[in-house]
């Protein structure tokens, strides 16, 4: 079941609309259309929103973004196509039924927060389950809860214009929030804010929804606050949207010229995890002799070897020129790793320790145990956007296994 | 040969005569034929609100009523007002002028009172839909710019001398501008804030009392400031058709050629208007630009309960701060 299903959607402002739609529908050109007076703003848009996901739709402004937004809970009517809410059908409804929707099961941030001024932040919060004719004593309650949730507990008696830009959002997220509505509209809800507070909201909102789970559109003309966010992006250009995947995906393989002309900007090293650019590891005991070690290395392909101890836990790594150095044991030629991370860490999180040492940096999972090896050289390839295939860099193992094996002849 | 050339001139003119005039009074005429029993109701009506109303300003001793309202001047705004006014409420009584006075403004309420009635709504029905408001503007226009003296003539058609038809064209006369500012004000309410009562499910009953006019607020206040100047300069005006009052004293003035006695209406006039202006303006703050003892118990309420208690400022109005007790107060 999809959260949010849109089919076929058209909006066109300005003169016989309908008119425009069959025309578009026909093959017509914006251009065409817009010479006759009237003014398609979003053309033959399908999209299929999944329950828990931050969709993103990104556009530049008059791409289309924010009134296909608008239309997804009926703020205004398309001219043709529907939008399906789980099943109720926001397009076919007006009125009382389509409030209802709208109070119990889609609400709404705003770029400009779109607080009321002569309320305190605690009633604004609560503005959406009072429009319900919720009590006020249980209203406020989720009201308050909803403003912890953002940690703004402590200024519920203030007024909105007491508070910072960034407070004022966390109140509209909080307003949002307490309506217990289970699909999100997001527009351009961190647009207006400056660049370090916006940078705090798109985490704490990660944060929030890795908790809440809710289904979120977030509109934004900032590709790389889709990057961050979005589980999937749509690109929309001129009303249509042009390109729909996830980051990594969009990144990969931008699709058109208009696309890759966005994706200069983006900074890669925040879009990319180490999960993305790490080779599985290839685990070792502590206990095992050098050859064997070598021996691994060359079957699995990597530039260097986890070492575990008797409950699969990191101990530290060993690469090929450690192991040909090194006599004995394996222990003996141990060291520690660059860095050891959470496979969601990004790659600019690699970067300092990758740089730091020769050592690669080893991604654990949460008992310690290693699931993957980053070399440096994976990192630099994917922040240049080169496809990395996930082997080893030329000329690492397989030339010392080579020595090894001469110097034993 | 000694012609007027004006007459000439219209008769000369290539253009018909038309009547205005004539079709005015036809119409007025016909008004007042078909439609004698609403105007003797409102007539009934208003007179009894206004005088009614007189009886009971006057009922309260000059001084006490003074005092009351000085009173109402403190909480509203400050010390100074308060001080001020009294002052110049006292000074009316010292001119004899007190009853007089409380005739206008009891008229001069009584009008705003329905004006409002009327203008807000209007102007609300004219923000929503442009239809109503390209309708209105028109109308009006003509109500604004129409001479006051015009208003005088059928208003003593319909409603004879006195009180009430003084009422009605003091009504009508001070329309215009509720109607505009609250159409205006309404229309910049900001656009976002709209949406978000909607994107919430609220109807457009929760929109207009919930966020539309509360935010629209300052601007419908400064309309009502307006209906309150305009009524009140239409309310001596309309002591030609003796409506009494300070008009009254006014008109008998002209009359008499007596300056002094004009002098004085007109200075009871500029006091009473004073002291409704800012009385009203006080009102249209956006609440944290509000001065008074009203806003600062406001401000007291909202503070958390372990912050310093407020201290208003009265002589400056500035936002209260916490201040230091000051050495030696007990």
Redesign the interface.
């Known amino acids: 079941m999809t959260a949010l299903r849109v089919e076929g959607l058209f909006k066109v402002f300005g003169r016989h609309p309908a008119q425009a739609v069959d025309r578009l529908r026909a093959g017509a050109g914006a251009d065409e259309i817009r010479a006759s007076g009237a003014t398609p703003a979003v053309i033959d848009v399908d999209l299929a929103v999944e329950p828990g996901e931050i969709f993103v739709v990104m556009g530049l402004s008059g791409s289309g973004k924010s009134t296909l937004l608008r239309m997804l809970n009926g703020l205004l009517e398309p001219t043709a196509g529907t939008v399906h809410v789980g099943e109720d059908e926001i397009t076919a409804l007006s009125g009382k039924p389509l409030r209802e929707v709208r109070q119990r099961r889609i609400s709404m941030v705003f770029q400009h927060f779109a607080l009321l001024p002569h309320r305190s932040v605690l009633d604004n919060a609560a503005y959406a389950l009072e429009v319900r004719g919720v009590d006020r004593r249980t209203r406020q309650a989720a009201a308050r809860e909803a403003l912890t949730m953002v940690g703004l507990g402590g200024q519920a008696a203030k007024r909105p214009d007491e508070l910072s830009g960034g407070m004022q959002q966390r109140v509209g997220l909080a307003r949002a929030l307490a309506s217990e509505a289970d699909v999100l509209l997001m527009d351009e809800a961190f647009s207006a804010l400056d660049p370090l507070i916006r940078r705090e909201m798109q985490d704490q909102l990660l944060e929030l929804q890795a908790r809440l789970g809710k289904t979120i559109v977030f509109i934004t003309h900032d590709l790389n606050e889709a990057m961050r966010l979005g589980d999937r992006i749509a690109i929309m250009r001129d009303g249509r949207v042009v390109r729909l995947g996830t980051p990594e995906s969009i990144l990969n393989d931008p699709g058109d010229e208009y696309v890759e002309r966005f994706l200069a900007d983006v900074d890669r090293s925040r879009v990319f995890t180490a999960a993305d650019v790490m080779v599985p590891a290839v685990t070792v005991p502590v206990d095992v002799a050098p050859r064997a070690a070598l021996d691994a290395l060359r079957g699995r392909g990597g530039s260097a070897l986890a070492v575990v101890d008797g409950d699969g836990c990191l101990v530290g790594v060993v690469t090929a020129s450690d192991l040909l150095a090194s006599s004995g044991v394996v222990a003996a030629a141990v060291r520690p790793p660059a860095a050891r991370v959470a496979a969601t860490a990004s790659l600019a999180e690699l970067l300092g320790p990758a740089g730091a040492s020769d050592a690669p940096v080893v991604v654990v999972d949460d008992a310690g145990r290693p699931s993957g090896v980053v070399d440096s050289r994976a990192v630099l390839a994917a922040l240049a956007g080169a496809e990395s295939d996930g082997r080893p860099p030329a000329g690492s193992v397989g030339d010392h296994a080579e020595l090894l094996e001469g110097s034993r002849g | 040969m000694a012609e007027p050339t004006t007459v000439l001139a219209a008769e000369d003119s290539p253009l018909p005569r038309i009547p205005v005039g004539d079709w005015i009074d036809s119409g007025l005429d016909w008004v007042r034929e078909n439609f004698a029993p609403a105007i003797d109701a409102v007539s009934d009506v208003t007179l009894a609100a206004v005088d009614g109303l007189t009886d009971l300003l006057l009922f309260l001793p000059p001084l006490v009523l003074a005092l009351f309202l000085a009173v109402v001047g403190l909480l509203a705004r400050s010390v100074v007002f308060a001080v001020g006014s009294l002052a110049g409420l006292l000074l009316i009584q010292s001119m004899a002028l007190w009853t007089e006075s409380m005739e206008t403004l009891a008229l001069l309420l009584v009008a705003v009172l329905v004006s409002v009635a009327v203008a807000v709504p209007l102007g609300i029905a004219a923000a929503k839909s442009d239809r109503v408001s390209a309708a209105l503007r028109p109308v009006l226009d003509f109500m604004q710019t129409m001479p006051a003296f015009v208003y005088l003539v059928p208003g003593v058609v319909f409603f004879g001398l006195g009180v009430v038809p003084g009422t009605i064209i003091t009504i009508i006369f001070a329309l215009p501008p509720g109607v505009r500012l609250t159409e205006l004000g309404i229309r910049q309410v900001?656009r976002?804030?709209v949406?978000?009562?909607?994107?919430?499910?609220?109807?457009p009953g929760?929109i207009l009392r919930?966020?539309e006019l509360?935010?629209a607020?300052p601007t419908i206040m400064a309309g009502v400031n307006q209906v309150i100047m305009l009524g009140l300069s239409m309310a001596v005006i309309a002591g030609i058709i003796g409506a009494g009052g300070l008009g009254g004293v006014v008109s008998r003035s002209i009359s008499r050629l007596d300056v002094g006695l004009g002098f004085e209406g007109g200075l009871a006039v500029v006091i009473l208007a004073i002291y409704l202006d800012r009385l009203t303006a006080s009102f249209g703050g956006?609440?944290?630009g509000r001065r008074g003892i009203f806003a600062a118990l406001a401000q007291r309420r909202?503070?958390?309960p372990s912050a310093p208690p407020a201290t208003a400022d009265p002589t400056t109005g500035t936002t209260p701060q916490p201040a230091p007790e000051p050495a030696g107060r007990r």
């Open positions: 900001d976002e804030t949406e978000a009562g909607h994107a919430f499910g609220s109807s929760q919930g966020i509360p935010l607020r956006s609440g944290q909202r503070r958390p």
